[in-house]
C-alpha cells in the first residue's frame, strides 16, 4: 500500500517536472513503458536489472530488521562478482552446471567474507556499523580494480576486464527473453527469506532486536550473534548479487560494474518495508525505471536522470509516510 501511493505521488511530480520542461508526460511514460516492457527482449532486459537489487535488497532488509544500518553492500556486490570470476576463470570442470554452482558459491563467500570484516570491526572495535561498512565500500571498489590490474586483468585490453569466461560458467538465459535465470533464483531467495522472517525462531529474533534491544536482551536472545547472523546473510546475498551480475550478463569481472548497486539496494529494500517477498515489487519498480529510461530519452527528448528524480521522490515520500506514522 505504502510504495503504491509513494510511486503514484512520485510519477505525478516527475509528470509535472516534464510538462514544465514542455514535454507531454504521456509521451515520456509511454516511451518509457515501451522501452522497458514493449518487446520479449526489452521484458528480459528489466528483469536481468531488476536481479542485483532484488537479491542484495533483501539482504539488506533482513539487516535493517535486525537493527543493523548496513550500507556495505556496494562493495560486497563488487567482491561478489570477483568471487565468481576467480572461479569461473579457473574451475577445471567443462560441467556447465557444476562451473555456474562453484562460481555462484565462491560469490556468497566472497561477499559474506567482506561482511564479515566490517563486523569483526563494528563488534570488535565498536566502530558504528554505517561507518564500517560505508568505508569499506571504497575498499572494495580499490581491491577490485587492483585484482583486474593483476592476476584476474586482461593482458592488453584497454579497459580493466577479466578475460571473458567460459561458456559452462554462464547463467541459463531464456532465448525468447534473454533474461537470465538470477531472477528466479532472486524471487526463490525473497520467498524464502520472506519465510524465514516470519515463521521461525531466528526470524522472530530477528524483529524483536529490531524493535526494541532491550527486549530482545531480555528476552534471552543474543545481539552478538544477530548481527553476525545478518550481516553474514546480507553479505551472501549481496554477493551473489553481483556473482549473478558478472555470469548472466557480462560474462566477464568489469571494473565498476555494481556501481550504485548497492546503494540502490538499500533504496529497494525500504520501498519495501524491510519484508523481502515486498522487495519484489520495489526493486521491478526500480528495475523497469532504469530499463525504459534510454529509449525515453531517445524518443521524447526527456533527460534519462528524470528516473533518478523518480526513484529519489518516491523514497522521500515513503519516508515521510513512515515519520507520519511513527
Not at 536481468?48 to 533483501?58: C, D, E, M, V, W
Not at 533482513?62 to 556486490?77: D, K, L, S, T
Amino acid at each position: 500500500m505504502r510504495i503504491g501511493v509513494a510511486t503514484i505521488l512520485s510519477l505525478l511530480c516527475a509528470a509535472l517536472l516534464i510538462a514544465l520542461s514542455g514535454h507531454s508526460p504521456l509521451a515520456a511514460f509511454a516511451a518509457m513503458a515501451l522501452g522497458a516492457v514493449g518487446s520479449p527482449h526489452q521484458i528480459g532486459v528489466a528483469l536481468n536489472r531488476t536481479t542485483p537489487y532484488l537479491l542484495a535488497g533483501s539482504g539488506v532488509a533482513i539487516c535493517f530488521r535486525a537493527g543493523v544500518i548496513n550500507i556495505g553492500a556496494e562493495g560486497q556486490i563488487a567482491l561478489g562478482g570477483a568471487g565468481a570470476a576467480a572461479v569461473a576463470l579457473v574451475w577445471p570442470s567443462a560441467a556447465s552446471a557444476l562451473t555456474v554452482a562453484a562460481s555462484l558459491i565462491g560469490a556468497a563467500a566472497f561477499g559474506a567474507l567482506w561482511a564479515a570484516l566490517a563486523t569483526v570491526i563494528h563488534l570488535g572495535r565498536r566502530v558504528h556499523e554505517v561507518l564500517v561498512t560505508l568505508l569499506l565500500n571504497f575498499v572494495a571498489l580499490l581491491l577490485v580494480q587492483q585484482w583486474l590490474a593483476g592476476p584476474l586483468g586482461q593482458f592488453g585490453a584497454g579497459f580493466l576486464q577479466s578475460p571473458e569466461m567460459p561458456a559452462a560458467a554462464w547463467l541459463w538465459r531464456a532465448p525468447e527473453f534473454n533474461a537470465h535465470i538470477g531472477f528466479l533464483i532472486a524471487l526463490i531467495t525473497a520467498a524464502a527469506l520472506s519465510a524465514v522472517l516470519w515463521r521461525t525462531p531466528f526470524g522472530f529474533a530477528l524483529r524483536v532486536a529490531g524493535s526494541s534491544r532491550p527486549a530482545a536482551a531480555y528476552a534471552g536472545f543474543s545481539m552478538f550473534a544477530i548481527t553476525w547472523a545478518a550481516m553474514l546473510l546480507a553479505g551472501a546475498l549481496a554477493g551473489l548479487a553481483g556473482g549473478v551480475e558478472v555470469l548472466g550478463v557480462h560474462h566477464r569481472l568489469i571494473e565498476g560494474f555494481s556501481l550504485g548497486f548497492g546503494f540502490k539496494a538499500v533504496t529497494v529494500a525500504l520501498l519495501g518495508a524491510l519484508e523481502p517477498l515486498a522487495v519484489v515489487p520495489a526493486s521491478l519498480f526500480v528495475g523497469v525505471l532504469e530499463a525504459g529510461a534510454l529509449s525515453m530519452q531517445r524518443q521524447t527528448g526527456v533527460p534519462s536522470a528524470l528516473v533518478v528524480v523518480i526513484e529519489g521522490v518516491t523514497m522521500l515520500f515513503v519516508l515521510a509516510a513512515t515519520v507520519r506514522r511513527t
